[in-house]
């Protein structure tokens, strides 16, 4: 199947730093991509839909200042939690359909952050 | 608002049984359905997708529609400890093509 990559897979910051999360298509192009975030016990909640060229669609009651989204290529979109929280410690997961992208998604690996 | 719904768990059944898991959606005009298996600390991984009424098979694992019932299931035969995990049922629902996530079933096998 498709493959899809994020980087880090880990990240451990201080309250009020940001913090960069990419999401990578490795084997297709992706004009869309989605965020979603995980918590413990809890099920994915889609955060926002990533578009190549143009601005990412946000979820309601997520704060499109505090997650910054560009998707700067047809291969690449980043999440970039500013001024994190403890609140904000969760599992980031991406997602990007391939091809006949009506059929399924694939998932990155997550990325895991703990902000202290 | 659209919805899924799942049944949380723990099932707990012994090796080799049949595990059955359920899901239900809100959503009458949705069309595509997936089932997701997920381990802890990791990301969902794709099992099954479902279009169409009936059953669709593939290797241990079966999928049933039900479009009129909004009812969808995943049947896990002979199953084996390694199949212990949580499973997310999903249907294509959201406004951006986004999928919608039912809150999983935790899936224990014993050996």
């Known amino acids: 199947g498709a493959v899809v990559s994020q980087h880090p897979s880990w990240v451990i910051c201080k309250s009020g730093t940001s913090v960069k999360i990419e999401c990578r298509s490795l084997d297709f192009q992706a004009t869309t991509m989605f965020w979603y975030r995980q918590f413990p016990k809890q099920s994915l909640m889609l955060m926002a839909t990533s578009n190549e060229g143009s601005k990412a669609t946000y979820e309601q009651g997520v704060e499109k200042d505090k997650f910054l989204i560009n998707h700067a290529s047809l291969t690449l979109s980043t999440l970039t939690v500013t001024s994190a929280h403890p609140e904000d410690s969760s599992f980031y997961i991406c997602s990007a359909p391939p091809g006949n992208w009506q059929e399924t998604q694939y998932f990155g690996p997550g990325t895991r952050l703990l902000v202290l | 608002q659209k919805e899924v719904e799942q049944n949380s768990g723990p099932l707990s059944v012994p090796e080799g049984a049949i595990a059955s898991l359920n899901c239900t959606y809100s959503?009458?005009?949705?069309?595509?359905f997936f089932w997701y298996r997920q381990y802890s600390g990791k990301s969902p991984e794709l099992i099954m997708s479902i279009y169409s009424n009936g059953d669709k098979e593939d290797g241990r694992f079966t999928a049933q529609l039900n479009k009129a019932s909004q009812y969808v299931s995943l049947l896990i035969r002979d199953s084996q400890p390694s199949d212990s995990a949580t499973y997310l049922c999903?249907?294509?629902?959201?406004?951006?093509?986004?999928?919608?996530f039912g809150k999983g079933t935790k899936l224990s096998v014993k050996p």
């Open positions: 999903a249907v294509r629902g959201g406004s951006q093509g986004n999928l919608i």
């Open positions: 959503d009458r005009g949705s069309q595509s």
